[in-house]
C-alpha cells in the first residue's frame, strides 16, 4: 500500500465511521438499554437517547480509520503470498487484524458511551472521571477482550461475505460496482454477522456496565452467558438483536458505502 492509498483510507475509513456512529445513535442507546441487566425501563428507556454522544462522536473517527488502515494494508500484504482462491482467508485475516487495533480505540469510548446510555442521569463527563476514580485506566479497558472476541467473529462473517458479494455482483454485471451497490452488500453482510454474534455482544454490555468488583466485571464470557441464559434463556442471550440488526445493516450500508465512494474519489 503506497502512502495516497493510505491516507485515502485513512480518511475514509474515519469519515465513514462518524456518518454511521452519529447517525444511528438512538438505535445503540436502546440496544444498549435492552441489554443492561438492570432492563430497560431503569436504565432510561425512551429518556435521554442521545446520552453518551460525545464519546461516540470523538472516538468514531481514529476508532474506524485504524480499522481500515490495519485492514487495507493486511489486504496488500497478504494478497502477494496468499493464492487468489484462497482470497476470503485473506479477509479474515486482515479483518481479524482490523479489529484488534480498533478495539484499543474503541473499547474506552465504549465503556464511557454505554455507561451514559445505562444511566442518562449523568453525562459524558461525569462518567469518565467516576471510572478513572474508582477503577483507573484499567476501568477504561473494561470488556477489551470480551469486545475482541465479539468483533473477531463479527468481522470473519461481515468481511468476507462482503467482498465476495461485491465480486459475485461485479462479475454478473461485467464491471466494477458503483459505491450504492457495495453499500447494500455491505448492509445484507452486516445483517447476518450482528445475528450470529448477539450473545457475545449481550455479554460484552453486561460486563462493561458491571458494578467493579462483582463476578460479570471479571470479564468471564462463557460465565456471563450462563448467567444470561440460566435467568433469562434464550430471549436473554438475543437480547436487543432487532434493534441491532437493524442498526448494522443500516450502518453496513452506510459504513461501507461510505468508506467506498470517499476512497474511489480520493483515488480519482
Known amino acids: 500500500m503506497d502512502r495516497r492509498e493510505f ?3 485513512l480518511v ?9 456512529d452519529l447517525t444511528l445513535f438512538p ?10 441487566q438492570q432492563g430497560f425501563y431503569k436504565a432510561g428507556g425512551f429518556r435521554g437517547i442521545y446520552a453518551g454522544v460525545p464519546s461516540a462522536a470523538i472516538g468514531s473517527f481514529p ?3 485504524a480499522f481500515f488502515v490495519t485492514y487495507e494494508s493486511a489486504k496488500s500484504l497478504l494478497g502477494v503470498a496468499v493464492p487468489p482462491h484462497m482470497a476470503p482467508v ?9 479489529e484488534i487495533v480498533a478495539c484499543l480505540i474503541r473499547v474506552p469510548t465504549e465503556v464511557v458511551k454505554q455507561r451514559t446510555q445505562a444511566c442518562p442521569s449523568t453525562n459524558t463527563y461525569q462518567v469518565l472521571v467516576a471510572t478513572l476514580r474508582q477503577e483507573g485506566v484499567k476501568g477504561l479497558y473494561r470488556g477489551y477482550g470480551s469486545t475482541v472476541l465479539r468483533e473477531i467473529p463479527f468481522s470473519l462473517v461481515q468481511f468476507p461475505l462482503w467482498e ?7 462479475w454478473r454485471q461485467g464491471h466494477t460496482l458503483y459505491s450504492w451497490q457495495a453499500a447494500v452488500c455491505g448492509a445484507f453482510a452486516g445483517g447476518i454477522a450482528a445475528f450470529v454474534t448477539t450473545p457475545l455482544d449481550v455479554a460484552k454490555t453486561r460486563i462493561m456496565l458491571a458494578k467493579a468488583g462483582t463476578s460479570t466485571a471479571n470479564g468471564n464470557i462463557p460465565l456471563v452467558l450462563c448467567e444470561v441464559w440460566r435467568s433469562q434463556g434464550v430471549t436473554g442471550l438475543f437480547a436487543g438483536s432487532v434493534p441491532r440488526i ?3 445493516s443500516l450502518g453496513g450500508f452506510i459504513f461501507l458505502g461510505a468508506y467506498e465512494k470517499v476512497r474511489r474519489t480520493l483515488l480519482s
Do not use: E, F, P
Not at 475514509?12 to 454511521?20: I, L, Q, S, T
Not at 438505535?27 to 443492561?36: V, Y
Not at 485473506?90 to 482490523?98: D, E, I, P, R
Open 7 to 9: 491516507t485515502a483510507s
Open 12 to 20: 475514509a475509513g474515519g469519515c465513514a465511521g462518524m456518518c454511521v
Open 27 to 36: 438505535l445503540d442507546t436502546i440496544k444498549t438499554r435492552l441489554q443492561s
Open 63 to 65: 476508532n474506524a480509520a
Open 90 to 98: 485473506t479477509h479474515m485475516l486482515a479483518a481479524s487484524l482490523g
Open 164 to 170: 465476495y458479494l461485491k465480486s459475485l455482483w461485479s
Open 246 to 248: 437493524t442498526s448494522i
